[in-house]
């Protein structure tokens, strides 16, 4: 006889939902999933804009660290981080850490991530440190650009799509630089983003779009740390959300 419980869903079943872009019953199916198959869901549930759940379900360090990090944690990313190798993908989640805490460190830590990744040849280690280091020199939109094209040359080298995180910074340097591509290449970022990601985040806020993004930040469980710089200062969105920022 039927219990009402939902019945228990596999990591298949997440599989199937996320290959055919159905992110409302991906959700679903990860509300419910067999307690045998959270640790592999981990990181479907961080691209699901689930980071608690993906902290609390993987004993990956890097899984760990990159959704802790969502939350804005830096600290406890660098935590899990601590016994890591001095490797490419360990070396960007660090520089992330740094960057959300201000550190003074923050620009050394990008480069040598960035020299790591070159090192090993991973490519979406150098995709991840060109848009930080694209994020870091936004102040300086042409050197913003210089950054950000290490990402998109790798997305050519590759044959893949360029990242939507990537291209959301792209935009917003762009528009700083009064380009007519900018809203364009925003909009593309838009296109190619997950919902409640930060690539998401900050397309929407490049096409002005502010209580939209902070309605996806919230879905998403984002801290405020990763759209500072990119709100603009005079909506009443980030008046309204000053109080709650993270690590600035």
Do not use: C, Y
């Not at 679903?28 to 981990?42: D, G, I, K, N, Y």
């Not at 190798?85 to 620009?107: K, M």
């Not at 900018?182 to 096409?207: D, I, N, Q, W």
């Amino acid at each position: 006889m039927n219990s009402g419980e939902p019945p228990s869903q596999t990591i298949q079943d997440l599989q199937l939902a996320m290959t055919a872009g159905d992110f409302p019953r991906a959700l679903a199916t990860l509300e419910v999933l067999s307690p045998e198959h959270r640790q592999q869901a981990a990181p479907l549930a961080l691209q699901l804009g689930r980071p608690r759940l993906a902290a609390a379900w993987t004993d990956i360090p890097v899984v760990r660290a990159a959704a802790l990090l969502r939350l804005g944690e830096a600290a406890a990313a660098l935590e899990a981080l601590r016994e890591q190798e001095h490797a490419a993908r360990p070396a960007a989640l660090r520089a992330r850490a740094a960057w959300q805490q201000q550190s003074s460190g923050a620009i050394t830590e990008a480069e040598e991530a960035r020299r790591l990744a070159q090192a090993e040849g991973d490519a979406a280690a150098l995709v991840a440190v060109a848009t930080l280091r694209g994020e870091q020199r936004l102040s300086d939109p042409f050197a913003a650009l210089r950054a950000l094209a290490e990402g998109l040359k790798v997305a050519e080298m590759t044959g893949d799509p360029a990242d939507a995180h990537l291209l959301a910074v792209l935009g917003h340097a762009q528009l700083r630089l009064g380009s007519s591509k900018g809203r364009r290449t925003a909009e593309k970022g838009l296109e190619r983003s997950l919902p409640g990601s930060p690539a998401r985040v900050l397309a929407l806020l490049a096409l002005e779009q502010p209580e939209e993004a902070l309605t996806q930040a919230k879905a998403g469980e984002l801290a405020p740390v990763w759209w500072r710089g990119f709100m603009p200062s005079g909506s009443a969105s980030a008046s309204g959300t000053a109080h709650t920022a993270v690590d600035g």
